[in-house]
T-cell receptor, first 126, second 110 residues
Framework: QVQLVQSGAEVRKPGASVKVSCKAS????????LHWVRQAPGQGLEWMGC????????KSAQKFQGGVTMTSDTSISTAYMELTRLSFHDTAIYYC???????????????????WGQGTSITVSS | QSALTQPPSVSGAPGQRVTISCTGT?????????VHWYQHLPGTAPKLLIY???YRPSGVPDRFSGSKSGTSASLAITGLQPEDEADYYC??????????FGGGTKLTVL
């Protein structure tokens, strides 16, 4: 079945970096934009950005431009999201997701994000 | 501040109908971009409830429905059940194909 499996929880100090992975299975990895969404404690969902594994094209929310790097390795069907210069405000659960209903190479924004990873907890603590 | 505005909370008794609004701008919903709705329970991944304004994914009860008009959209839940108590989010995109979520609405079933 279609599945996204994320890496485990991480704890980092302020100023450090962290890289979260999202391994895809059960579908054509290069056919779907892979989105990243986070939720800080007590806050709402926040769309961070997305990457097209087919060509590496990325789109980021303005807030995250410069501080978030999204990449993918098509040989192992895995996407990565790296956060640099971490601050306490980056403590959150990070999710990866795709709009699988859009179909391969479909128009993702016409469809909602219907397949999600289980989430990765990132804690920034001194 | 979210590009999409939702009420922080709504409530209703079992069996009642509630609606949750989502107000956007001429850059997102008003530009014709579709609205999607999610249900989020603590400790779980968000669940897609409505996509493309009005469509329900397979398995979502028909008690959930969506609509869109102008720069706004709404999620309606009829026949409210205790298990509907959750946070609800709308989502859309802008002309740069960047996404955004609403601030979220906490639904309390009285």
């Amino acid at each position: 079945q279609v599945q996204l499996v994320q890496s485990g929880a991480e704890v980092r100090k302020p100023g450090a970096s962290v890289k979260v992975s999202c391994k895809a299975s059960g579908y054509t990895f290069i056919g779907f934009y892979l989105h990243w969404v986070r939720q800080a404690p007590g806050q709402g969902l926040e769309w961070m950005g997305c990457i097209n594994p087919n060509d590496g094209d990325t789109k980021s929310a303005q807030k995250f431009q410069g501080g978030v790097t999204m990449t993918s390795d098509t040989s192992i069907s895995t996407a990565y999201m790296e956060l640099t210069r971490l601050s306490f405000h980056d403590t959150a659960i990070y999710y990866c997701a795709i709009a699988y209903a859009s179909g391969p190479y479909g128009v993702y924004f016409y469809y909602g994000l219907d397949v999600w990873g289980q989430g990765t907890s990132i804690t920034v603590s001194s | 501040q979210s590009a999409l505005t939702q009420p922080p909370s709504v409530s209703g008794a079992p069996g009642q109908r509630v609606t949750i609004s989502c107000t956007g701008t001429s850059s997102n919903i008003g530009a014709g971009y579709d609205v999607h709705w999610y249900q989020h329970l603590p400790g779980t991944a968000p669940k897609l409830l409505i996509y493309a304004n009005t469509y329900r994914p397979s398995g979502v009860p028909d008690r959930f429905s969506g609509s869109k008009s102008g720069t706004s959209a709404s999620l309606a839940i009829t026949g409210l059940q205790p298990e509907d108590e959750a946070d609800y989010y709308c989502q859309s995109y802008d002309s740069s194909l960047r996404g955004a979520f609403g601030g979220g609405t906490k639904l309390t079933v009285l």
